[in-house]
């Protein structure tokens, strides 16, 4: 049962914030997924809650204590590493079992959960290899066999699976996902990538130069992005943003992107909902799949010129000319043949995201 | 096309370039002189003095050499003067060793941190490894001194005798050595601490490791390969110390091998017996050094 607190934190390495008025509370057995480019302060953040960094303002509570004060050892997390952090001159069992002995536990007991955590990971057979002798894989299995083995209030991770390729990824990806099911601690994950956020998180919180951007459940910062870092760093491919005019059409609305000669006709309904924001400059943002493709002209298709098309595999992304404006389309692959192709695009209105484009944050519009 | 004529008109430039030295004869002009020097200097003396060892040759008469078989090493080794000499040299390689390590790995963990003017701090400390044997030796006895030596006056040991007192002499020269040393141990020591990488600590901080228990189980099993290689070098160099000894006293109780070998060569001028008693005293050295590095392989696979 652990709840883990972050109020006000603020770090400043030299003159440059890293974290900037943090304001997080992570609940008991909740899997909390820090997503954000380099540089951010995920890893700055994580390392903060572990105690290998102090903060300079604000506290961090574990269970409704301030822990900022105590020394790592004092505040009962473990952590995976990127590095892994293997000891390299001890067997995979002593690795296992460093933190055991580190505080004293008697040998038999010892002994049963060093090789049940073992068994839960799958590296029973492992237990007499040297670190250097592991695949990439096993590594991190043991790196988190250790961090679990002496069942700590929280898991912090940091980017545990950044160092491994692409299949492996997967598969780890799915068995961290696996292993909290069935351990349930409360666990602070780092990573730069958000699949693995979308994948893992109960809740991710986004965060962009220090400061925290959104909070919300994998669903919720994909379907509604509270700015524009969040919407265009969440989603692959990129979320399409444009900057937009709407005006009036008889009883309709018509949202024209800047360049295109024809505008994307839109439900009356949006005219009263952007009436608070009248007169400021907006972006539009539509997911590539809410750009829907024809090949026949239709009510409210626009003409468009498809220039490149990616082929996917289970789609196909297809880049859409609208006079001097792009727009990216995800389609059935193969539906758009060749590049140059003349093709009938709209704007699903339910996908379309609109955003203040001077303060880049949300206008709030659903439809 | 342009590059292709660059390229056309620079190659036979450089294959003339090449022609002036091939990497055969490159090789022999670097290798040749040092083979040379060590065959005349090293190789040559080892194997003529191999001969002398099983002779009665006496460098001081020109009495011509006799062949006398194994009564060389029969008679050292049956001789108890001898021994006493290696016991004194063993207690003297076992206490400097000991005390270099102590000393050099300490050093070595205080100035493994961020601290100010640690590059110039620990140059200076590097000095004393620096000097020149015979200088160390001369100031120390100056240092030494019962009279108006600064130790015992810092100490307020009085007159406190330390290199004419037959039981402290030993110690005295051994603590010398410890002094000049320890340097080198420390550097060593620092560039295996140095190599440990900084989030395996980290690691141990979270797994709850408390100081001690970091320090015995990762910081010394990590640097312990390096630090065997130093300790290799000081009991290498401790077993055949001679200079120092020979400057500070000339206690009976300070008679290092070495300084028995130099009495008996030039002193006492039984060359071939001498001889003899080099090659018992290289034997050992290869044997201590060959258990140890058997011990350095194993702390390595660990």
Known sequence: MTQIELRGVQKWFGSVQVIKDLNLVIEDNEFIVLLGQSGCGKTTTLRAVAGLETIDEGDILIDGQTVQHLKAAARDIAMVFQSFSLYPHMSVYENIAFPLRATRMNRAELDSQVREIANVLRIGDLLDRKPSALSGGDMQRVAIGRALVRQPKAMLMDEPIGALDAKLREEMRAEIKRLHLKQGSTTIYVTHDQIEAMSLADRIVIMHEGVLQQVGTPNEVYSRPQNLFVAQFVGSPVMNIAAAKVAQDKDAATVTVEGAPQGFPFPAELLGKLNGSAGKALSLGIRPEGVLVEHEAGDGFVPAEAHIIEPLGSYDIVDLQFGDQMLRARTRSGFVEKAGSRVYARIDPAQAHFFDTASGQSLGVRL | ?302
């Open chain 2, 1 to 302: 096309m342009a590059t292709a004529a660059v390229m056309t008109t620079l190659d036979p430039k450089s294959r003339a370039a090449s022609r002036g030295m091939s990497d055969l004869a490159i090789r022999n002009l670097f290798i040749i002189p040092t083979i040379v020097f060590l065959i005349v200097f090293n190789i040559f003396p080892l194997m003529y003095s191999l001969g002398y060892s099983f002779t009665d040759f006496r460098a001081s008469s020109p009495a011509p050499a006799n062949f006398v078989g194994l009564q060389n090493y029969r008679e050292l080794l049956n001789d108890p003067f001898i021994w006493t000499n290696f016991a004194i040299t063993a207690k003297y390689v076992i206490v400097s060793v000991i005390g270099q390590v102590i000393v050099g790995f300490g050093v070595a963990l205080l100035l493994n941190r961020d601290i100010p003017f640690k590059g110039l701090i620990t140059t200076l400390l590097l000095l004393p490894m620096m000097l020149s044997m015979a200088v160390v030796g001369l100031f120390w006895k100056l240092l030494y001194d019962p009279s108006f030596g600064i130790i015992n006056y810092a100490l307020g040991l009085g007159t406190f005798e330390w290199l004419s007192n037959p039981d402290m002499a030993l110690y005295a020269v051994a603590l010398t050595d410890i002094w000049m040393w320890s340097p080198f141990v420390m550097l060593l020591s620092l560039a295996g601490l140095s190599a440990v990488p900084k989030h395996l600590y980290e690691a141990a901080a979270i797994d709850r490791a408390g100081s001690l228990y970091t320090f015995f189980r990762i910081t010394l099993p990590l640097v312990a390969p390096i630090l065997m290689i130093a300790i290799i070098f000081r009991t290498m160099e401790a077993f055949k110390t001679f200079d120092l000894a020979y400057i500070l006293t000339s206690q009976p109780t300070t008679e290092v091998i070495s300084i028995r070998l130099y009495k008996m060569a030039f002193q006492e001028w039984q060359t071939g017996r001498s001889c003899a008693l080099a090659y018992i005293v290289l034997i050992m050295v290869l044997a201590i050094t060959n258990i140890y590095v058997k011990y350095l392989n194993k702390v390595k696979e660990r």
